[in-house]
């Protein structure tokens, strides 16, 4: 079974890739969304955020606030580090899991879509690597239109990331999204 790593910086359209990809039937396991089962409450991950950040990034109900805990961790380096400690793990696991689910049913090819797969050293637990990119200028605007944010906390959130370029280097294969969404799904074929 190929793994084929899906990556790309922050608001660069790597979700919209992953919904084209899986519209043509592939198989598509993404880390953002394992990161979210693995800091359920009463989760070991979630107990030790809460003990590291404090309650302050907790939602009402209870649930981690990931709007708060993200505000923290793109201002601290630090604090950055200490997430990925504590949910990386967890995370890889979960991936792994998932990834041997798909090889026992025969799965020819998988797509797991990781934000931070340069960045976290991933890159050789995949066979190769597509890269979703865009220009400077057009991620910036999606960034702030996606989270109703202002330019310098973008900015700031852009440069917590490995640079487009270096990401691009690493490639196998490039995807431009610079466009809109028909345009980067004609670039798609079954």
Request: contains cysteine.
């Given at each position: 079974?190929?793994?084929?790593?899906?990556?790309?910086?922050?608001?660069?359209?790597?979700?919209?890739v992953?919904?084209?990809?899986?519209?043509?039937?592939?198989?598509?396991?993404?880390?953002?969304?394992?990161?979210?089962?693995?800091?359920?409450?009463?989760?070991?991950?979630?107990?030790?955020?809460?003990?590291?950040f404090?309650?302050k990034?907790?939602?009402?109900?209870g649930?981690?606030?990931?709007?708060?805990?993200g505000?923290?961790?793109?201002?601290?380096?630090?604090a950055?580090?200490?997430?990925?400690?504590?949910?990386?793990?967890?995370?890889?696991?979960?991936?792994?899991?998932?990834?041997?689910?798909?090889?026992?049913?025969?799965?020819?090819?998988?797509f797991?879509?990781?934000p931070?797969?340069?960045e976290?050293?991933?890159s050789?637990?995949?066979?190769?690597?597509?890269?979703?990119?865009?220009?400077?200028?057009?991620?910036?605007?999606?960034?702030?239109?996606r989270?109703?944010i202002?330019?310098?906390?973008?900015?700031?959130?852009?440069?917590?990331?490995?640079?487009?370029?270096?990401?691009m280097?690493?490639?196998?294969?490039?995807?431009?999204n610079?466009?809109?969404?028909?345009?980067?799904g004609?670039?798609?074929?079954?």
């Amino acid at each position: 079974m190929r793994i084929i790593g899906l990556t790309g910086g922050i608001a660069s359209g790597k979700s919209l890739v992953s919904e084209i990809l899986e519209e043509l039937g592939a198989v598509v396991i993404d880390a953002d969304q394992l990161a979210r089962e693995v800091v359920k409450p009463g989760t070991g991950p979630y107990r030790e955020i809460v003990g590291f950040f404090g309650e302050k990034v907790l939602q009402p109900d209870g649930t981690l606030d990931r709007r708060a805990l993200g505000g923290i961790v793109f201002a601290d380096t630090e604090a950055r580090k200490r997430l990925e400690q504590i949910t990386h793990p967890a995370i890889k696991q979960l991936a792994r899991d998932r990834i041997e689910a798909e090889r026992r049913r025969g799965t020819q090819a998988v797509f797991y879509m990781v934000p931070l797969l340069l960045e976290a050293g991933l890159s050789s637990s995949v066979d190769e690597i597509w890269v979703v990119h865009v220009d400077e200028g057009t991620q910036l605007e999606r960034l702030m239109n996606r989270d109703k944010i202002g330019r310098e906390e973008a900015l700031r959130k852009i440069s917590a990331q490995m640079p487009m370029d270096e990401k691009m280097k690493c490639a196998h294969v490039l995807i431009d999204n610079s466009g809109t969404p028909e345009e980067t799904g004609l670039g798609f074929r079954v």
